[in-house]
């Protein structure tokens, strides 16, 4: 068999593995963040929320914004 190109390939022309869109899937997030989908998930919790990035929840689909996730990793910055 060839190789066929999937029609759907999340990999932009800088190389990256993340969908070029503007909001994220948990599991897209986690990758580009570099923590793992269950530490943002932990972070989705009530009591821990101040901690994590922000989120968008809608009928039980939890997206990030790119913009958030970058202010967020902004913020662990050491100077």
Same mark, same amino acid.
């Given at each position: 068999?060839?190789?066929?190109?999937?029609?759907?390939?999340? #990999?932009?022309?800088?190389?990256?593995?993340?969908?070029?869109?503007?909001?994220?899937?948990?599991?897209?997030?986690?990758?580009?963040?570099? +923590?793992?989908?269950?530490?943002?998930?932990?972070?989705?919790?009530? +009591?821990?929320?101040? *901690?994590?990035?922000?989120?968008?929840? *809608?009928?039980? $689909?939890?997206?990030? *914004?790119?913009?958030?996730?970058? #202010?967020?990793?902004?913020?662990?910055? $050491?100077?």
């Amino acid at each position: 068999m060839k190789n066929q190109t999937k029609a759907n390939d999340n #990999t932009s022309s800088k190389g990256n593995t993340w969908p070029n869109s503007a909001y994220l899937r948990p599991a897209e997030a986690a990758q580009y963040t570099a +923590h793992s989908e269950s530490t943002l998930a932990k972070l989705r919790m009530r +009591h821990l929320r101040e *901690r994590g990035p922000v989120f968008i929840k *809608r009928g039980g $689909v939890v997206l990030y *914004r790119r913009a958030d996730l970058d #202010t967020w990793l902004a913020s662990f910055l $050491v100077e």
